[in-house]
């Protein structure tokens, strides 16, 4: 079983920053593209951002100069860097990362997280 776990949504006001993480845990063998993206009301889920295993980055252009991505292989966490937030940041963010467990057959999946709203907003 792999679980991700996201932390460290909120409110915030306009041009403030977070820091959202995300902790991928359970019987992980190999752990490639963790990435983040975002889903508004009324809206489709839409890339933020991604991080492949040997960290090469990739940006939504709406984010880009503003948010960054990040990852500790160490502790199989994601982070995403929050800078300069307006009011169209706002959305649910989610976690998404492949991820290929102990389990058999060992082959690569996709798992999402629960999911952290953040909201920007005075």
């Known amino acids: 079983q792999v679980q991700l776990v996201e932390s460290g949504g909120g409110l915030v006001q306009p041009g403030g920053s977070l820091r959202l993480s995300c902790a991928a845990s359970?019987?992980?063998?190999?752990?490639?593209?963790m990435g983040w993206y975002r889903q508004a009301p009324g809206k489709q889920r839409e890339l933020v951002a991604t991080v492949t295993s040997g960290d090469t980055t990739n940006y939504a252009d709406a984010v880009k100069g503003r948010f960054t991505i990040s990852r500790d292989n160490a502790k199989n966490t994601v982070y995403l860097q929050m800078n300069s937030l307006s009011p169209e940041d706002t959305a649910v963010y989610y976690c998404?990362?492949?991820?290929?467990?102990?389990?058999?057959?060992?082959?690569?999946?996709?798992?999402w997280g629960q999911g952290t709203q953040v909201t920007v907003s005075s």
């Open positions: 359970g019987s992980i063998f190999s752990i490639g593209a």
């Open positions: 998404n990362s492949i991820i290929v467990s102990n389990t058999i057959p060992q082959i690569p999946r996709s798992y």
